[in-house]
């Protein structure tokens, strides 16, 4: 059993919080003695600022085979996750499996094979200390917004209490931001179904120190189009011939450089201006830049990236960026203006840089409902799905800086709370009948794509993220790390229980990145990302994932002593080493001291992991 992360739960707080330094009077304040990890040895310029709580996965609670769980099947299972040692696990529900009606009213069945299994499910990983993360994954028959939604959610969670299966976060609805149809939620359905269901739990004596409302559960992987602002501000197309205008003040202007984004390739609408008393202005030449594609201006449209510069502007205090008449919506992402002395920097989340009195038009903070459900003060964690765009034709490396400003701004809106990713991994192509082609999820080059998206994830800032996901969840759905047995859609082969090459790094890097690790982020070579983590018990663990054609020599600077690490390597096809279950197995020992400094080599379209740890 995994003690420490049950006893945070038996103190009533959820996992993560008390590694918060805001809430060490707390901790103290209940006697516990509980230490809590410090960067306080560990080189000041690379520690990331999260509260550790690990890597995990997305896991169908319903057995592979039949309507209830097998010993073989059931220890299949929990020998492979033992082995993982998740730092967090998201288990949804299904309505049917509890409950069926409508609107006007329902019965709950606690006794169906469906609902036992999920509860089996949880309640092993509650047993072991691992916090999970639940919710609902549809609502058919019922209203979003209407309280007897809520009242059900509710009474399942309560249930789930009581029989010792309780869910550190309940998140709600999956996706609600992203449903069509009839089934179409706004934000303002969000905060209404969402302010429900905390009185709801209150109603039903649901205890939120042991399950915690959390969410959005929104799909985000839009960020990306906008360098990972989550608050961007837009202008909508103004088709009445007006022009929208933001204005920015710095005496002895010089030069700028503004990112723009805007829905097409050949859009000619922003213009410049500049003024010395914000009354008479002046086109300022600035020369129309190439359009970047966006990772999601790769899939069906998505967003262009402009980004304008200009330099030796004389005589100017005040510059003016215009929208011109436009059937298009834009966004401003950034602006950097400068003079010889001084430089302003404005990210626009907030729009408090600019000079409102000289606006020309309306601009509007759209903001994501990751980041508005952050500021609504109805969580008690934020968690939503991020994934990346590599298989699109998106460079890899372009989820680091996304999810660092993502997670700054999720931090500067709800200080001390979790940031966690209940969804990430790659984003998949879908079939015309809405299922999702995962045959990426077979080839070996998956491996190094997750753990470069999880080095650079636990780099960016989060507290924690599970990828979706562990062994599948219908019979065309071929997303885990291994099948679910042995239907085969038409589409691939997939659903065999042999482990496949993606398990090697993600279940090394779940197991060697346990809760409490202070995570750092030491100075990476170009196509090389590297993640340092310094142990709850004092160890270290290394990865460093290699995605050049060539191998690559890393320094690391991390206060270690002599330290013996032992070293496994994956490396895109050829045969890793494992055991008889499939495990990965060292391939050597390292002894070190990397507080002078040391340097590990890692080759090409490889992955190395090295650990203290066993």
Not at 236 to 244: I, K, L, M, T, Y
Not at 378 to 404: D, I
Not at 467 to 494: E, H, I, N, Q
Request: hydrophobic fraction near 35%.
């Amino acid at each position: 059993m995994r003690s420490r992360s049950l006893f945070r739960f038996r103190l009533g707080l959820p996992v993560g919080r008390t590694l918060c330094a805001a809430l060490l009077s707390v901790v103290a304040a209940l006697g516990t003695g509980l230490a809590t990890p410090t960067p306080s040895s560990a080189a000041a310029d690379d520690v990331v600022g999260s509260r550790w709580i690990g890597l995990g996965y997305n896991q169908n609670p319903q057995p592979p085979n039949g309507t209830t769980w097998s010993t073989a099947d059931w220890n299949r299972m929990v020998s492979r996750t033992d082995y993982m040692k998740p730092g967090l696990v998201r288990v949804m529900f299904n309505l049917p499996w509890f409950w069926s009606g409508t609107d006007a009213g329902g019965s709950y069945d606690f006794t169906s094979a469906s609902y036992l299994n999920a509860e089996k499910v949880i309640k092993h990983y509650v047993d072991e200390g691992v916090p999970v993360v639940s919710g609902l994954f549809g609502i058919d028959d019922l209203t979003y917004t209407a309280a007897n939604t809520a009242t059900i959610q509710a009474t399942l969670v309560k249930h789930l209490q009581t029989d010792g299966a309780a869910p550190a976060y309940w998140v709600g609805v999956n996706e609600p931001n992203v449903s069509t149809g009839p089934k179409s939620y706004s934000y303002a359905d969000w905060e209404t179904a969402t302010t429900n269901l905390a009185s709801a739990f209150a109603t039903a004596g649901v205890d939120t120190a042991r399950t915690v409302i959390s969410g959005a559960d929104t799909a985000e992987a839009g960020i990306s189009s906008y360098g990972g602002d989550l608050d961007h501000q837009t202008a909508p197309g103004c088709n009445a011939g007006c022009d929208s205008g933001l204005v920015w003040k710095l005496a002895s202007l010089n030069t700028f450089t503004a990112q723009v984004y805007a829905a097409s390739a050949t859009d000619n609408a922003v213009t410049f201006q500049t003024s010395s008393d914000g009354t008479t202005w002046k086109k300022l030449a600035v020369a129309p830049p190439t359009p970047a594609a966006m990772v999601t201006g790769k899939n069906g449209g998505g967003m262009w990236s402009y980004t304008y510069t200009a330099s030796g502007i004389t005589g100017s205090k005040y510059l003016r960026l215009s929208v011109a008449s436009s059937p298009l919506e834009h966004t401003v992402g950034s602006m950097h203006l400068a003079n010889d002395s001084t430089s302003v920097d404005d990210s626009l989340y907030d729009l408090t840089r600019t000079q409102t009195a000289l606006d020309t038009g309306t601009w509007n903070g759209n903001g994501s409902w990751w980041l508005r459900s952050a500021r609504s003060g109805l969580l008690g964690a934020g968690e939503a799905h991020f994934y990346s765009q590599e298989l699109y034709g998106a460079a890899p490396e372009y989820a680091e800086p996304v999810m660092s400003e993502a997670v700054s701004q999720l931090r500067s809106a709800a200080p001390g709370r979790e940031v966690l990713l209940g969804e990430t991994g790659m984003k998949a192509a879908q079939y015309p009948d809405g299922s999702k082609d995962y045959r990426f999820a077979l080839d070996t080059t998956q491996p190094l794509r997750m753990a470069d998206l999880a080095v650079q994830e636990a780099r960016g800032g989060v507290d924690g993220a599970a990828a979706w996901c562990l062994d599948g969840y219908a019979s065309t759905t071929f997303c885990g790390m291994w099948g679910r047995g042995s239907d085969d859609p038409g589409k691939v082969s997939a659903h065999s229980t042999a482990l496949r090459p993606w398990f090697y790094t993600w279940s090394l890097l779940t197991r060697y990145l346990p809760t409490g690790s202070v995570i750092h982020a030491p100075a990476e070579p170009t196509g090389v990302r590297v993640l340092a983590a310094q142990l709850p018990g004092g160890g270290w663990t290394f990865a460093l994932v290699n995605r050049t054609s060539v191998a690559q020599t890393v320094r690391l600077s991390e206060p270690t002593g002599s330290i013996t690490l032992n070293k496994y390597l994956y490396t895109d096809g050829a045969t890793p080493s494992t055991d008889a279950n499939g495990f990965p197995t060292k391939v050597g020992t390292l002894t070190a001291n990397f507080t002078g400094g040391h340097a590990l080599t890692v080759g090409s379209n490889s992955v190395l992991v090295f650990t203290t740890a066993s």
